[in-house]
């Protein structure tokens, strides 16, 4: 069974930075698209980063210029360096494989969600 397991989370200060890894237990990890994905309390599941499989990426407005996603295959990891941290940051962080149909990102069916990572960003 895949396993999606990520970490990294924590407690920074407004303006702190924080990296995200997001280790996947698959044999075909180099060949899946990764997003990452954050729920803040009350609210939906969106995704805001993605990679594909080839090293492209695309980001949510809310987080370009402050978010970088990158991949390691050799090491089946996920990163999302984040920079610049406001407190509408604050969520729970979770990867997931994605894919792109008809013009959006949607995750898919591929393992389930793993416990996520907590980023707070307070003073």
């Known amino acids: 069974q895949v396993q999606l397991v990520e970490s990294g989370g924590g407690l920074v200060q407004p303006g702190g930075s924080l990296r995200l890894s997001c280790a996947a237990s698959t044999t075909i990890f180099g060949v899946l698209h990764w997003g990452w994905f954050r729920q803040a309390p009350g609210k939906q599941r969106d995704l805001v980063a993605a990679i594909v499989s080839d090293g492209r990426t695309h980001y949510v407005d809310s987080v370009k210029g402050r978010f970088t996603i990158s991949r390691d295959n050799a090491k089946n990891l996920v990163y999302l360096s984040m920079t610049s941290l406001t407190p509408e940051d604050t969520a729970v962080y979770y990867c997931?494989?994605?894919?792109?149909?008809?013009?959006?990102?949607?995750?898919?069916?591929?393992?389930?969600w793993g416990q996520g990572t907590q980023v707070t960003v307070s003073s």
């Open positions: 997931k494989a994605v894919k792109y149909t008809d013009g959006a990102w949607f995750a898919t069916n591929f393992a389930s």
